[in-house]
């Protein structure tokens, strides 16, 4: 289901709006009636005094002309009586928005003189920091504080009489406040004294300037700033990710808490804000599978650089285990619906069309389950297969060479001379044993195709003999109470399954058959 994309502004509302910011300037000339009082009271007791003893008020010194960028008032009078009126700063109370003490001539609350005050020079009445917060307090405690507001440099970002905005930022544009210090177009310097490098790609918000979507000015109690725990401020804006996590049976385990395991909040070398190259992203939390690669002499190309990971998973979330792109056959007919050829020469056939045209399948394949017989990884075996297969005509070790398929088959079918545990038997003598015993035994795979076939028990059309794999035809016939095989091994020879006493022997289905 389509959510309408949101913004971090539609949680956190901003002071914004001319009528609340007059509202908070006309609190401010409030607040701050007293404090003038305050500070002017001194000043009034000695006119009073002035008054009270007849003496005469001493004449006001002579106006300098107005700067450049000021007025200039004819009413000048000494600036330790009035700064705003003496010519020197008049400008500071004409911003659009005006500092309280700024908006009611309250200038000694922030500044006193230092030395005889025709010397016209001031300092703060208190460090920075406590100056500041001493009449702006922080709110709430908070985990993860700005730098420059827990150092209180406070006016790297604020205007201290006014500015164009309520908040009296020395720049409209916040995020060019931002960049003064933090310049997230570039990639982080992964050496000491390396030199950044612009991304290639850059998120959204970072590339529209909207630093506050993601991050509070001041602090969070979230790490970085953030307004919101990660994994929930992404997917404010990610809401298609949102739905996917409510209906998948599996989730990849660094969702669970965030994003920033392998995406950049900032920008990156693709469009996916990666942190890193796909495999080496992967394969860095993945180590299993990065020792298996150097352990194993078999090596699926995915890991090879010859494609990528997400040919055969899902980065978020899937219905099947491993977050199999589709269920596991699917994931293996995304590249075996073709002819392979490998580097070496050797061709890995169409499996997906070889599957299609037969008439009998092998169980596993038929249920999807290549992980049955073949490691999706690597091997120390060929083909990727989990277990030993021979895949040569004659072997001298039937009772290893074959451990793949003994891990489904019992071992009897080709260890025990009497059986009727299997259709291929004459009577009760077990035709697999004849087939497999001495120095020369044949394989599993010299008869048998491991997918599917046209003939029932999978055997094959035909089979490749010699080094030159010359084609050879096997000819075998399934019969009501038994079969033939007429193959190039030898002349046409018939078995029946009667058992001694004339009885048939049912023999084991046909699985896989269809």
Known sequence: MARAAR????????????SRDRAVTRRGYAAWIGLVTTALSPLTLAMGQAVGGNQ??????????????????????????????????AALNKTT???????????????LPEGQASTHRFRDIRPEKELCSFCHPPKTAMKFVHTAYGEGQCSGCHDP??????????????????????????????????????????????AEKKCAEC???????????????????????????????????????????????????HGGADRSLLRAPESDLCLGCHESVLSARGEKGDVHPPLQGG??????????????????????????????????????????????AEVAAARFVHEPVAKGACDACHAGHASEHGDLLAKPYFLGMYTEHADRDFELCFGCHD????????????????????LHHVHVKGPKSRTCALCHSAHASANPALIREQVSFGSRGWPLAIGFRRTETGGSCASGCHQELSYRNVEPGGGVGPGPGEAGSR
């Open 7 to 18: 913004t971090i502004s539609d949680h956190l509302p901003l002071q914004n709006g001319k």
């Open 56 to 89: 005469e008020k001493p004449a006001p010194p002579a106006a300098r002309p107005a700067r450049a960028g000021e007025e200039k008032d004819e009413t000048r009078r000494d600036f330790d009586t009035d700064c705003l009126r003496s010519g020197c700063h």
């Open 97 to 111: 928005f005006v500092h309280a003490p700024v908006a009611v001539g309250a200038c000694s609350s922030c500044h």
């Open 161 to 206: 009489h006014g500015g164009r905005d309520a908040l009296y930022l020395k720049n409209a544009d916040r995020s060019a406040l931002c960049l003064g210090c933090h310049d997230a177009s570039l990639s982080a310097a992964h050496e000491p004294g390396a030199e950044k490098v612009p991304h290639a790609f850059l998120h959204r918000p970072v």
């Open 215 to 265: 991050h509070g000015s001041h602090g969070s109690n979230q790490p970085n700033l953030l307004p919101l725990p990660e994994r929930d401020l992404c997917l404010v804006c990610h809401a298609t990710v949102v739905t996917d996590l409510s209906t998948a049976a599996h989730v990849h385990e660094p969702l669970e808490t965030g994003c920033s395991g392998c995406h950049s909040g």
């Open 307 to 352: 494609a990528s990971c997400l040919d055969c998973h899902t980065a978020h979330v899937a219905d099947s285990p491993g977050l199999l792109a589709g269920d596991l056959s699917g994931a293996c007919y995304g590249c075996h619906s073709r002819e392979i050829v490998l580097d070496d020469g050797r061709k890995v056939a169409d499996v997906k």
């Open 411 to 430: 071992p009897a079918l080709a260890t025990a001379e009497r059986t009727t545990a299997t259709r291929f038997r004459d009577g009760d003598r077990n």
